[in-house]
């Protein structure tokens, strides 16, 4: 049986009128994403979880958020929702993609009255009745309802589906049934497809779910294919996947082909069986004959293309559905002759063809429902299918809503509008922690100096078999211990505002709340901490006396004693893997200005007992990632444990086996970190742990305060074991830590006279199917090693450059660095002035930059001639245009890539090469007076280090730039958008040409950018000194935190300050021009780096370049905040 409703103009229905929603308005969202990690052997690439937004009080700035997320990830996992998502919030949320819809949110057809219970009307099918407080959400599934479940009256059941009913004999026996064999129901994409073009977002709430042993889904179609999955669980495909796994010959005929569904399909096929894989109708006769379906209107009929695209990324997913195709229409190309197939074995044979390719274990995620969860998919993109679950394991509830949307009557064009639906599921779903006893070492320091070899045994013995144990006799007393305890809980008592001002940085130091995410739970730990280091890094991020007296001087004290400890330890384990006994200590000298050893006061947040037994973690699991821990906490306080023999790269941790540790009085817990496991040639073990939440009797359900101080090596540290089973870790820091490569990473070739110190180039890397791993390690090489080429991509398509650009910044606002093309337009000023910038058609985010003629068809930019002054026009003193064409040239002008205004600066800037003139090289001049040139070939971009530029500065100048900040001025393109700049690209010619304020238009004062002068790199640690010199309005300058600074707001004295400093990198020595070659893309750190384009004369040649990149989701961070109210 098919689940069918019919569209009919004279049915008795539910006709409800639309709601038009007003959201809360907010700044800003509390929401944060954070990509699935899913199984490496998987091919999914989708799905995402989102945390910090309450769907049953969402704003408008909360939507925002979860819209662009959507389009990105197409699957969002709504985790940590306080309370049942109500069904008037479901609608809702599903309405607000469609503001404009009129037809009350139905997007299978008009609800006919379903029954009359116990006093009270439903609306809707057998197989789904609507609430009756909403009626726009459905109930699916099978079972009682629960009591006073929004309207329903008491004892109201809900019939369920069952692949008896609808798939073709035989059926599963009911003996492997009971054993847990399984079925796809039915593979689809939500809609009516008759009269109502198909909703746009799907969502499903958990009530309830079945509690059991994962089910077997068969595939049953002679492959033998099985995948197990949890019971209740909802599987999806992306199109996009299915479009990439089709032969070259087909991926051309479904770009260019339609399908039409049958009219009141779901009529039609209702007496027909489905395919035991759900994908399909099996050709038997059995589908009803169109004369003897509902009335129906040929006008209504829907007919869709294949291929639908995302309006928001431009990426293009094959968007079928197998079981309604009635006819189709095929063409290989846009002028091709069509095909029209209306032969139903035929038609189902192509859309097996299509279709089967994706339907394999490793391309589908089976999501596993837990209860209060909301997953809400973009329906244009995915498949999915629900799973038929035993009746012995228990009954599953599903709340279904669907909103449609008003379409003037029209069927979708091949790019769709938004069309708005949803599709809820309430579940409840149990996990169970797996505990056994394993011994945990115990080991006294006493008499150390004799006992040193007896220790060292003891010590190796349990790095080798737990990678933990405990210490006692260590010089510090219990009364010690407790009375550090308690100066970290008086600093968490203070207010937030107070916390604030000594703010988490990439220095690894600060305080921070809610913002560590786990990748073992994809959630933010439920904590707040405080990281303190000996040395530099903590410049202006220890409170004052007045604030806290005797904090710094009583913490400082206890981190000296615990070094001692630990320096200890280090020689112990020095000796059993046969280094000197200063080796490890060298390595930790706290004395040095490099020195990363941390202490991490902690304060876990009190568990509400009310839990229904619900498991998640104050701390998730996790290895830690430096040399060597050690714990310091109250006795009593229970939920630290440990799971040896496990990678905290894996999922999730089901299933595995975990012991508890008990604390006693004086007793400090240690465990190895990873860089000695790596250091010891994995001889000795970094253990899994975590902080788990209460959830049992006898755990501590209060607040708890805890120490933590990491041995952390200095950022010089030359890492490798005793038998070299690792290649030397060098420049340590917690972001060095990266995966291992798949790729092939190499430093670029420099000459003698070369000062530069960046530049890599990567091969063997397609990123046509790049992992999420390696794009974790291509952020890092990026970060370190500033510009990187990256060769070989000639072949992909611009939408994969716009979803790498998305992948290394996860978080950030899906458009691009400079905002959508018409905002760049409008207010680009100089950027958009005397040249011409393109959009890739279907990869807005992708900018076509370059001169001349562009080819008869790029990437559907038809005989596009892109035209532009020459660069140095933008120069005071302009260079001649018999010069140009006799090959002399100029840097045009030194920039980073930033909006300044609105916008956070991109983190990484990528320019694929498609074509560009090599030869001859022109010269480029500097024409300030020094005699400098250098010959290039043509097309290429220059870059300099500001790292470099840091380097370069006096101590008294690296003092005032570390304290010191900038104002950028609002609109800054169009402020100085009359000025003209110096002859060698760097800065400005100060002639009074920039705008006032008044002359500027609309803007808004919170939008104006301030940022720090110095830049920290979040992976080296390195400084840059990032300053925009030509949209700078205003200085700001000090030489310490407490110095009050000295405001510049003349310009001509900026740029004279700015010029001295900027001026000293700009050298041939320090200037890099890597080059590229047609296919290569070139990613650089835009947060460390300057670049410029070389024009050249239009007679060498055209140039088309693609470029991309996204506002970072998190600004620059300075070595020194910026004072609050700055």
Same mark, same amino acid.
């Not at 095929?330 to 089967?356: C, N, Q, Y």
């Not at 023999?645 to 190895?672: M, Q, S, Y």
């Not at 994969?800 to 905002?819: E, F, I, S």
């Not at 700078?1032 to 010029?1059: N, Q």
């Given at each position: 049986?098919?689940i069918t409703?019919?569209?009919?103009?004279?049915?008795?229905?539910l006709?409800?009128?639309k709601i038009?929603?007003?959201?809360?308005h907010?700044?800003a969202?509390s929401?944060?994403?954070?990509?699935?990690?899913?199984?490496?052997s998987?091919?999914?690439?989708?799905?995402?979880?989102i945390?910090?937004?309450?769907l049953n009080s969402?704003?408008?700035?909360?939507?925002?958020?979860?819209?662009d997320?959507?389009h990105?990830y197409?699957?969002?996992l709504?985790?940590?929702?306080?309370e049942?998502?109500?069904?008037?919030?479901?609608y809702?949320?599903?309405s607000?993609?469609?503001?404009?819809e009129?037809?009350?949110?139905?997007a299978?057809g008009?609800d006919?009255?379903?029954?009359?219970?116990?006093?009270?009307?439903f609306?809707?099918?057998p197989?789904?009745?609507a609430?009756?407080?909403q009626?726009?959400?459905?109930i699916?599934?099978?079972?009682p309802?629960p009591d006073?479940?929004f309207g329903?009256?008491?004892g109201?059941?809900?019939q369920?589906?069952?692949?008896?009913?609808f798939?073709?004999?035989p059926?599963?026996?009911?003996?492997e049934r009971?054993?847990?064999?399984?079925?796809f129901y039915?593979?689809?994409?939500? /809609? =009516?497809?008759y009269?109502?073009?198909?909703p $746009?977002?799907?969502? !499903? &709430?958990?009530?309830r %779910?079945p +509690?059991?042993p994962?089910?077997?889904?068969r595939?049953e179609d002679?492959s033998?294919?099985e995948?197990?999955?949890a019971p /209740? =669980?909802?599987?999806?495909?992306a199109?996009? $996947?299915?479009?990439? !796994? &089709?032969?070259?010959? %087909?991926? +051309?005929?479904v770009m260019?082909?339609?399908?039409?569904y049958?009219p009141h399909?779901?009529?039609?096929?209702s007496?027909a069986?489905?395919?035991?894989?759900?994908h399909?109708?099996?050709?038997?006769g !059995?589908?009803?004959?169109l004369?003897?379906?509902?009335?129906?209107n040929?006008?209504?009929?829907?007919?869709?293309p294949m291929?639908?695209?995302?309006p928001?990324?431009?990426?293009?997913?094959?968007?079928?559905?197998?079981?309604?195709?009635?006819?189709?229409?095929?063409?290989?190309?846009?002028?091709?002759?069509?095909?029209i197939?209306?032969?139903?074995?035929?038609?189902?044979?192509?859309?097996?063809?299509?279709?089967k390719?994706a339907?394999?274990?490793?391309n589908i995620y089976?999501h596993?429902h837990?209860e209060?969860?909301?997953?809400?998919?973009?329906?244009?993109?995915?498949?999915h299918?629900?799973?038929?679950?035993?009746n012995?394991i228990?009954q599953?509830?599903?709340s279904?809503?669907?909103?449609s949307v008003?379409c003037g009557?029209?069927?979708?064009?091949?790019?769709?509008?938004?069309?708005?639906?949803c599709?809820?599921?309430r579940?409840v779903?149990?996990?169970?922690?797996?505990?056994?006893?394993?011994?945990?070492?115990?080991i006294?320091?006493h008499?150390f100096d004799?006992?040193v070899?007896e220790i060292?045994?003891q010590l190796?013995s349990?790095?080798?078999?737990?990678g933990?144990f405990?210490?006692?006799?260590?010089?510090l007393?219990?009364?010690?211990i407790q009375?550090m305890?308690?100066?970290a809980?008086?600093?968490?008592?203070?207010p937030?505002?107070?916390?604030?001002?000594v703010?988490?940085n990439?220095?690894?130091?600060?305080w921070e709340?809610?913002s560590?995410?786990?990748?073992?739970t994809?959630a933010?730990d439920?904590?707040e901490?405080?990281?303190i280091?000996?040395?530099e890094?903590?410049?202006?991020?220890?409170?004052?006396d007045?604030?806290?007296p005797?904090?710094?001087?009583?913490?400082l004290?206890?981190?000296?004693?615990?070094?001692?400890i630990?320096?200890?330890?280090?020689i112990?384990l020095a000796r059993?893997l046969?280094f000197?006994?200063?080796y490890?200590?060298?390595?930790?000298?706290?004395?040095?200005?490099?020195?990363?050893s941390?202490?991490?006061m902690?304060?876990?947040?009190?568990?509400?007992?009310?839990n229904?037994?619900k498991?998640?973690?104050?701390?998730g699991?996790?290895?830690?990632?430096?040399?060597?821990?050690l714990?310091?906490?109250k006795?009593?306080?229970?939920g630290?444990e440990?799971c040896?023999?496990?990678?905290?790269?894996?999922e999730?941790a089901?299933g595995?086996e975990?012991?508890?540790?008990d604390?006693?009085?004086?007793?400090i817990?240690?465990?190895?970190?990873d860089?000695?496991?790596?250091?010891?040639?994995d001889?000795?073990k970094?253990t899994?742990h975590?902080?788990?939440?209460?959830?049992?009797?006898?755990d501590?359900?209060g607040e708890?305060f805890s120490?933590a101080?990491f041995?952390?090596?200095?950022k010089?540290?030359i890492i490798q074991g005793p038998k070299?089973k690792?290649p030397?870790?060098?420049k340590m820091?917690?972001?060095?830590l990266?995966?291992?490569l798949t790729?092939t990473?190499?430093?670029?070739?420099k000459t003698?006279?070369?000062?530069?110190?960046?530049?890599?180039?990567?091969?063997?890397l397609d990123?046509?199917?790049?992992?999420?791993?390696?794009?974790?390690?291509?952020h890092?090489?990026i970060?370190?090693h500033k510009?990187l080429?990256v060769?070989g991509?000639?072949h992909?398509?611009?939408?994969?450059?716009?979803d790498?650009?998305t992948?290394?910044d996860?978080d950030?606002?899906?458009?691009?660095?400079?905002?959508?093309?018409?905002?760049?337009?409008?207010?680009?000023?100089?950027?958009?002035?005397?040249?011409?910038?393109?959009?890739?058609?279907?990869?807005?985010?992708?900018?076509?930059?370059?001169?001349?003629f562009?080819?008869?068809?790029?990437?559907g930019l038809l005989?596009k001639?892109?035209?532009?002054?020459p660069?140095h026009d933008?120069?005071?003193?302009?260079l001649?245009?018999?010069d140009f064409?006799a090959?002399?040239?100029?840097?045009?002008?030194?920039?980073?890539?930033?909006?300044?205004?609105?916008?956070e600066?991109?983190?990484?800037t990528?320019l694929?090469c498609i074509?560009?003139?090599?030869?001859?090289?022109?010269?480029?001049?500097w024409?300030d007076g020094?005699?400098r040139?250098?010959?290039?070939?043509?097309?290429?971009?220059?870059?300099?280090?500001?790292v470099?530029m840091?380097e370069?500065?006096?101590d008294?100048e690296?003092k005032?730039?570390?304290?010191s900040?900038?104002?950028?001025a609002?609109h800054?393109?169009?402020?100085?958008?009359?000025?003209k700049g110096n002859?060698?690209?760097?800065?400005?010619v100060?002639?009074?040409?920039?705008?006032?304020e008044?002359?500027?238009?609309?803007?808004d004062?919170k939008?104006v950018?301030?940022?720090p002068?110095?830049?920290?790199?979040?992976?080296t640690?390195?400084k840059?000194?990032?300053v925009?010199?030509?949209?700078?309005?205003?200085m700001f300058?000090?030489s310490?935190v407490?110095?009050e600074?000295?405001?510049v707001?003349?310009v001509?004295k900026?740029?004279?300050?700015l010029k001295?400093?900027?001026?000293r990198?700009?050298?041939?020595?320090?200037i890099?021009?890597?080059k590229?070659?047609?296919?290569d893309i070139i990613?650089w750190?835009n947060f460390?780096?300057f670049?410029?384009a070389?024009?050249y004369?239009?007679?060498?040649g055209?140039?088309?370049?693609?470029q991309?990149?996204?506002?970072a989701s998190v600004?620059?961070?300075?070595?020194?905040?910026?004072?609050?109210g700055?």
């Amino acid at each position: 049986m098919v689940i069918t409703s019919v569209v009919t103009e004279e049915a008795n229905c539910l006709e409800p009128q639309k709601i038009h929603f007003t959201l809360p308005h907010a700044q800003a969202t509390s929401g944060r994403v954070v990509p699935i990690a899913h199984a490496k052997s998987s091919k999914v690439d989708f799905g995402a979880e989102i945390y910090g937004i309450d769907l049953n009080s969402f704003t408008d700035a909360d939507f925002e958020l979860i819209s662009d997320a959507l389009h990105k990830y197409k699957l969002l996992l709504f985790k940590e929702q306080p309370e049942m998502l109500k069904p008037q919030q479901q609608y809702k949320l599903t309405s607000n993609f469609d503001p404009d819809e009129k037809t009350g949110g139905f997007a299978h057809g008009k609800d006919p009255f379903l029954v009359h219970h116990n006093g009270v009307d439903f609306f809707g099918i057998p197989k789904r009745p609507a609430i009756p407080d909403q009626p726009q959400v459905h109930i699916l599934g099978r079972g009682p309802l629960p009591d006073n479940h929004f309207g329903f009256p008491p004892g109201f059941e809900v019939q369920g589906i069952d692949h008896e009913e609808f798939h073709l004999p035989p059926h599963i026996p009911a003996d492997e049934r009971e054993a847990g064999a399984s079925r796809f129901y039915q593979w689809h994409f939500d /809609g =009516a497809l008759y009269a109502i073009p198909p909703p $746009r977002v799907g969502c !499903l &709430l958990a009530v309830r %779910t079945p +509690k059991g042993p994962d089910v077997t889904v068969r595939w049953e179609d002679g492959s033998g294919i099985e995948m197990k999955m949890a019971p /209740g =669980a909802t599987a999806m495909v992306a199109g996009s $996947r299915a479009l990439a !796994l &089709l032969d070259e010959k %087909t991926r +051309k005929i479904v770009m260019n082909s339609r399908i039409e569904y049958a009219p009141h399909a779901f009529v039609w096929m209702s007496g027909a069986h489905s395919t035991r894989l759900g994908h399909l109708i099996e050709t038997e006769g !059995l589908e009803k004959p169109l004369d003897q379906l509902p009335k129906w209107n040929r006008e209504k009929v829907c007919i869709y293309p294949m291929v639908w695209t995302n309006p928001k990324t431009g990426e293009k997913s094959l968007q079928v559905h197998g079981q309604g195709a009635f006819k189709l229409y095929l063409k290989d190309s846009p002028d091709g002759k069509e095909t029209i197939v209306d032969d139903l074995t035929e038609v189902r044979a192509f859309m097996d063809k299509i279709m089967k390719p994706a339907l394999q274990p490793e391309n589908i995620y089976a999501h596993p429902h837990q209860e209060q969860d909301v997953i809400l998919w973009y329906n244009r993109a995915l498949w999915h299918s629900i799973v038929r679950t035993l009746n012995r394991i228990s009954q599953v509830l599903r709340s279904s809503c669907d909103a449609s949307v008003q379409c003037g009557g029209e069927r979708p064009p091949y790019r769709l509008r938004g069309f708005p639906a949803c599709d809820v599921i309430r579940l409840v779903m149990e996990k169970q922690t797996r505990y056994v006893d394993r011994e945990i070492s115990k080991i006294s320091l006493h008499d150390f100096d004799n006992r040193v070899d007896e220790i060292t045994a003891q010590l190796c013995s349990a790095a080798e078999n737990v990678g933990f144990f405990a210490i006692k006799d260590h010089g510090l007393t219990d009364s010690d211990i407790q009375d550090m305890l308690s100066t970290a809980e008086s600093f968490f008592r203070l207010p937030d505002e107070t916390k604030a001002t000594v703010p988490w940085n990439p220095q690894n130091v600060g305080w921070e709340k809610l913002s560590q995410v786990r990748p073992s739970t994809g959630a933010a730990d439920q904590k707040e901490s405080y990281q303190i280091q000996f040395g530099e890094n903590m410049e202006g991020l220890w409170l004052d006396d007045g604030t806290l007296p005797g904090f710094r001087a009583r913490t400082l004290e206890f981190m000296h004693r615990v070094q001692d400890i630990s320096e200890k330890l280090m020689i112990c384990l020095a000796r059993g893997l046969g280094f000197e006994d200063e080796y490890f200590i060298n390595w930790h000298d706290i004395a040095r200005p490099n020195s990363q050893s941390t202490l991490r006061m902690l304060h876990y947040y009190e568990t509400p007992k009310m839990n229904d037994g619900k498991v998640y973690h104050r701390a998730g699991a996790h290895a830690d990632w430096g040399f060597l821990t050690l714990l310091f906490q109250k006795p009593g306080y229970s939920g630290l444990e440990i799971c040896p023999g496990r990678e905290a790269v894996t999922e999730h941790a089901l299933g595995d086996e975990w012991t508890k540790v008990d604390l006693e009085p004086g007793v400090i817990v240690c465990n190895i970190g990873d860089l000695l496991m790596s250091w010891s040639d994995d001889r000795f073990k970094s253990t899994y742990h975590r902080v788990k939440a209460p959830c049992e009797d006898g755990d501590f359900y209060g607040e708890r305060f805890s120490i933590a101080f990491f041995n952390q090596p200095c950022k010089d540290a030359i890492i490798q074991g005793p038998k070299g089973k690792y290649p030397v870790r060098e420049k340590m820091s917690p972001g060095i830590l990266t995966p291992k490569l798949t790729f092939t990473l190499t430093e670029m070739e420099k000459t003698p006279k070369d000062k530069h110190n960046f530049g890599a180039v990567v091969t063997g890397l397609d990123l046509d199917d790049i992992s999420d791993a390696d794009v974790k390690a291509l952020h890092d090489a990026i970060w370190t090693h500033k510009v990187l080429v990256v060769k070989g991509q000639k072949h992909i398509h611009p939408i994969k450059q716009w979803d790498l650009v998305t992948r290394l910044d996860p978080d950030a606002p899906l458009v691009h660095g400079h905002g959508d093309m018409k905002t760049f337009n409008e207010k680009g000023g100089l950027l958009s002035r005397g040249r011409e910038v393109l959009a890739i058609p279907g990869a807005e985010n992708v900018r076509v930059i370059g001169k001349g003629f562009q080819g008869a068809d790029h990437y559907g930019l038809l005989n596009k001639t892109l035209t532009r002054t020459p660069s140095h026009d933008f120069h005071a003193l302009p260079l001649s245009e018999a010069d140009f064409e006799a090959g002399h040239t100029r840097f045009q002008r030194w920039h980073i890539d930033a909006a300044l205004y609105d916008r956070e600066p991109a983190w990484f800037t990528t320019l694929r090469c498609i074509t560009r003139p090599t030869g001859p090289e022109v010269t480029v001049h500097w024409d300030d007076g020094s005699g400098r040139s250098m010959a290039v070939e043509p097309g290429l971009t220059a870059f300099f280090s500001n790292v470099q530029m840091y380097e370069l500065m006096s101590d008294e100048e690296k003092k005032v730039a570390d304290h010191s900040w900038v104002e950028y001025a609002p609109h800054p393109y169009q402020w100085m958008g009359n000025c003209k700049g110096n002859a060698n690209g760097l800065g400005l010619v100060s002639q009074g040409k920039e705008l006032g304020e008044e002359e500027l238009g609309e803007w808004d004062e919170k939008a104006v950018k301030r940022y720090p002068m110095v830049w920290v790199n979040p992976v080296t640690g390195e400084k840059a000194f990032m300053v925009h010199g030509i949209c700078v309005r205003r200085m700001f300058l000090r030489s310490s935190v407490d110095e009050e600074p000295t405001v510049v707001d003349d310009v001509v004295k900026i740029r004279e300050w700015l010029k001295v400093i900027q001026e000293r990198v700009l050298k041939p020595e320090y200037i890099l021009l890597p080059k590229a070659e047609e296919g290569d893309i070139i990613m650089w750190a835009n947060f460390q780096m300057f670049h410029t384009a070389i024009d050249y004369h239009s007679k060498l040649g055209p140039r088309t370049m693609h470029q991309a990149n996204v506002g970072a989701s998190v600004g620059p961070v300075g070595p020194v905040p910026i004072p609050a109210g700055s």
